[in-house]
């Protein structure tokens, strides 16, 4: 197999996440504006940065106040498993020179990190794993940052109650979508992740509460008539 070939190969085996990353990213950008945050600030942030849940965190200390350092320490304890993925991977990647490491674990994210390493252990030696790796990365990170600009170009517009009180649930909502597979799994996140939207304006993440105990109840009711229904 060629560069090019694995190249291509990385884009389409990632294709499948683009459907979890497109609507977390549009989130990002809307949550970066609800909090104050510029256009340009938003945009360099989600290009540098390149973590969706430590930059959700980040606006969430950021629109309380807190000290940078805390900031600072929770992204590097967020993102403290990236470093585990890049050492986990770098067998497979050593016979490359620095800059490409650095790029490639730069531009690591859990999806890419799980797909390269089930892919190089079936692969014979000589394959080209990094541009299979960048054709993965490559695609993401323009996609992440494609969703995170339209989200923060959209985010003056939207009414100012939907702040990120609001986005952070709905955020992590999108996210389960991918790994809805039964109905008392899809009972659970409709009914758990409904609540949590709809409750957001509550004090002290009560709706994050309230949505997580009434999805549980929810999975456990549908699992049992699954179970009536096939006996």
Known sequence: MTGRQAFAAGFRDILPFLLGTIPFGLIAGVSGIGIGMQFTEVVFMSGFLYAGASQLAAYSLMSTGAAVWVIVLTIAMVNLRLVMYSASIAPWLREYGMASRLLMAGLMVDQSFALGVLRYAREAEGFPRRAYMLGMESTMW????????????????????????????????????????????????????????????????????IGAICGIYAGVLAEGMQGRRSS
């Open 142 to 209: 323009v996609t992440w940052m494609a969703s995170c600009t339209i989200g923060a170009l959209a985010g003056a517009r939207l009414p100012a109650e939907w702040q990120l009180d609001f986005a952070v649930p709905l955020c992590f909502l999108a996210m389960l979508v991918p790994i809805v597979r039964t109905p008392p799994m899809l009972a659970a996140a409709t009914v758990g992740g409904g609540l949590a939207v709809a409750l957001s304006w509550l004090p002290y993440n009560l709706g994050l509460v």
